[in-house]
């Protein structure tokens, strides 16, 4: 399941303020849930959540660590719909982070593959076996803190934040593994393990005011964009004071032009 599109129809009516002039998007973002629903598998004999792959009319029982941002999304969306609905989708967020989380838990390295297959009677099984310091998985960790202030998030976040240190941390910086079986290293640190797992790694164990959800919304590279109403103004609820302090530090840079 690719992320942006289906992120960005959530995450354009977030940063839109949930207005009416924006509400088109959360209306297809609701409809491709239903898609999504249509792909969710458990698996045998543990019940583990996961969300098969789509190839024309086929549908694979495999599961890509990529898709692994899909509870933080469906998390983040729960609260738009009614309370039952809400229910059901922050339920389904919870079930697919535990399945993700496993991917990790499952190796010995304690880092997940790039991907895995899911077996009637034996769970799950890794397929591509590498890891490149992806972030998907604690990126759902972050959303799901934030959202329920369930501190397990938080300790399998510190789980997974402690096999990097053991397996991947180098004199000049993290490399990726070659096989989470052996723990064979690469030679690369890619740039977003900088850019956003290390960041969400961050924020899962900063308090909530830090890059608050309610003023600012990640995009798919997990950049904070401000929350602003349709004609560019800040969002209701923050202070004059918080205002005007804002446009003072922007008129203070041109004025030094």
């Known amino acids: 399941m690719g992320d942006s599109f289906y992120e960005y129809l959530l995450k354009v009516w977030v940063q839109g303020n949930r207005t009416s002039a924006v509400r088109g998007y959360r209306e297809m973002w609701e409809k491709s849930m239903k ?70 838990e499952s190796t010995p390295t304690k880092l997940a593959g790039e991907n895995y297959f899911f077996h009637s009677g034996q769970d799950m099984s890794v397929g591509t076996s590498w890891n490149i310091l992806r972030p998907e998985t604690v990126e759902s960790l972050f959303y799901l803190w934030r959202l329920t202030g369930n501190r397990t998030y938080q300790e399998w976040g510190w789980n997974i934040f402690q096999a990097f240190e053991k397996n991947s941390r180098i004199e000049s910086g993290y490399v990726g593994l070659k096989d989470v079986n052996s723990g064979v290293k690469d030679n690369k640190m890619q740039s977003f393990f900088l850019a956003e797992t290390l960041k969400y790694l961050y924020l899962l164990f900063s308090p909530p005011s830090v890059i608050s959800l309610d003023e600012w919304v990640f995009n798919t590279e997990a950049h904070p964009l401000r929350i602003v109403t349709r004609d560019g103004g800040e969002i209701p609820g923050q202070s004059e004071k918080q205002t005007s302090k804002s446009r003072g530090r922007k008129e203070g840079r041109f004025d030094r032009h």
Do not use: Q, W
């Not at 004999?45 to 024309?56: D, H, I, Q, T, V």
């Open 35 to 104: 898609g999504l629903l249509s792909l969710v598998r458990r698996t045998t004999p543990s019940s583990f959540a996961y969300l098969c792959e789509k190839s024309g009319d086929v549908l694979i029982d495999k599961m890509d660590e990529l898709a692994c941002f899909a509870p933080g999304m469906v998390a983040l969306g729960s609260s738009g719909y009614g309370p039952a609905d809400s229910h059901k989708f922050l339920s389904l967020a919870e079930e697919l982070a535990f399945t993700c989380y496993n991917f990790y």
